[in-house]
């Protein structure tokens, strides 16, 4: 597996005073997806738990919604001319009768660490359908819970600790506990982790599940969340319109500016419980 951080030289300026030192610098590598041996998509990310990366992402796309759609994943032996492993390659073999994702030059799948659906063709292209109603998902969330997952996702974040250059995206239940988190340079990236972990766990759908992001919340984070049955989504920045939009039209619980006690409900206000007032 790559590096997860790098060590690196930077001259460090403070009121006016320069020096030398060594910082910590997060990782960022590309990663290639295959389906069955055939090139898919390449992603820039920070290296680890790749496997559920691919898995994730192949979520977000429909193509995989239970862990036995997986029939088997590993790196690429033999991925450079000299047949070294650079752990930057993941193939992924698909179940038979499971169908290959539709590719055409509508859609471009190299994406950035930044953005996760860059080249699709138009918002009707990107409004995939997911297999599962969030509508109906009867949690409720209390607003002191929701209160606590900045906090602890921000607890979990070893490696954003060290290097300050990481997103991160977490899984809670209702009553906020804790299922898992990931943490990568891109927002996408994160989402797709966790969302590949519930996978490999046949944890889909995840309902009844709290989608907590470090940053902002964009169209591609709801989306993601919607197909993976995702009911509540939980961001400690802002949403984006279409954001909000897609959020409104799926079902979902949209909250935004999630810092301390205050809290911008944006879709879906009938699941945030208020606390009780004389």
Known sequence: MG?????????RIRDGVATERVDTLVAEEPMEIRLNGD?????????????????????GEGVAVAADDVRAIRYCAGATEDGSNTFNVVDVGLAPGVPLPETSLERNFYTTSS???????????????????VADDPVRVDVATLAELPVRLREEQRIFGRTGGLHAAGLFDAGGRLLVVREDVGRHNAVDKTVGWALREGALPLRGAVLALSGRASFELVQKAWMAGVPVVAAVSAPSSLAVELAREAGITLVGFLRGTSMNVYAGAHRVVLPDTP
């Open 39 to 59: 090139p898919l998509t390449v992603t820039m990310r920070t290296p680890g738990h790749d496997f559920d990366l691919a898995t994730g992402f192949l979520v």
């Open 115 to 133: 953005c996760g659906l860059c080249g699709k063709a138009g918002l009707d292209a990107v409004r995939l359908r997911a297999r599962w109603p």
């Open 3 to 11: 590096r997860v951080t790098v060590r690196d030289r930077i001259l």
